[in-house]
């Protein structure tokens, strides 16, 4: 059955390190997503992808960056992690056009200490 | 800025009743609208999509869309304590682009 993966599940890490969050989906999607969510915001935007070599910032984009080499992955890099940005993030993606379903992962719990 | 306003609630309903969760957006041109449900700690999952005015009916759950009034709203019959869970609304604006605008949520908890 086709799938969207995130890694890792959970992650502890200090401020100013470099993190890379995996999501991995065989939907074979043009479009995907990365979204953080905490309490009291709900999900917000990222980044997004309709396409290989394609990125756009969302709505908190920033010490934040991805790219997609592939149809299949695209991986969330926090350049220098900050106490701000302890957050779960989903990874979702869609086949676009008016039905557009996403379709999430099952998160990456982040804690920046 | 697009908005998505929902009922923060919290909801509470007894087993067997009728929870109705309701959801504003606030552009006009916006073409589909979407239900996620999302348990505690889990991820959020599809449950209802609706692209045109009027009820759409899917077992126990009824959306129900008016676009003159830019309101979409979920109706869940006969609720079950397993439906105890977060509920999202999410809207997807007409034209090219893909992303969706996501309501904070509205817990419904439903007490046996």
């Known amino acids: 059955d086709a799938e969207i993966t995130q890694s890792p599940r959970h992650k502890i890490t200090e401020t100013g390190r470099q993190v890379t969050l995996a999501c991995h989906q065989t939907?074979?999607?043009?479009?995907m997503f990365w979204y953080r969510q905490d309490l009291g915001h709900g999900l917000r935007l990222i980044h997004y992808s309709y396409g290989v070599q394609d990125t756009n910032k969302g709505e908190v984009s920033d010490g934040y960056s991805v790219s997609r080499s592939n149809t299949e992955d695209l991986p969330l890099t926090l350049e220098s992690a900050a106490s701000s940005q302890t957050s779960v993030y989903f990874c979702?993606?869609?086949?676009?056009?008016?039905?557009?379903?996403?379709?999430f992962g099952a998160g990456t719990r982040l804690s920046v200490l | 800025q697009k908005e998505v306003e929902q009922n923060s609630g919290p909801l509470s309903v007894p087993e067997g009743a009728i929870a109705s969760l309701n959801c504003t957006y606030s552009?006009?041109?916006?073409?589909?609208f979407f239900w996620y449900r999302q348990y505690s700690g889990k991820s959020p999952e599809l449950i209802m999509s609706i692209y045109s005015n009027g009820d759409k009916e899917d077992g126990r759950f009824t959306a129900q869309l008016n676009k003159a009034s830019q309101y979409v709203s979920l109706l869940i019959r006969d609720s079950q304590p397993s439906d105890s869970a977060t509920y999202l609304c999410?809207?997807?604006?007409?034209?090219?682009?893909?992303?969706?605008?996501f309501g904070k949520g509205t817990k419904l908890t439903v007490n046996p």
């Open positions: 999410a809207v997807k604006s007409q034209g090219g682009s893909e992303k969706l605008v």
């Open positions: 939907w074979n999607h043009n479009n």
């Open positions: 552009d006009r041109v916006s073409q589909s």
């Open positions: 979702a993606s869609s086949d676009g056009g008016r039905g557009n379903i996403q379709y």
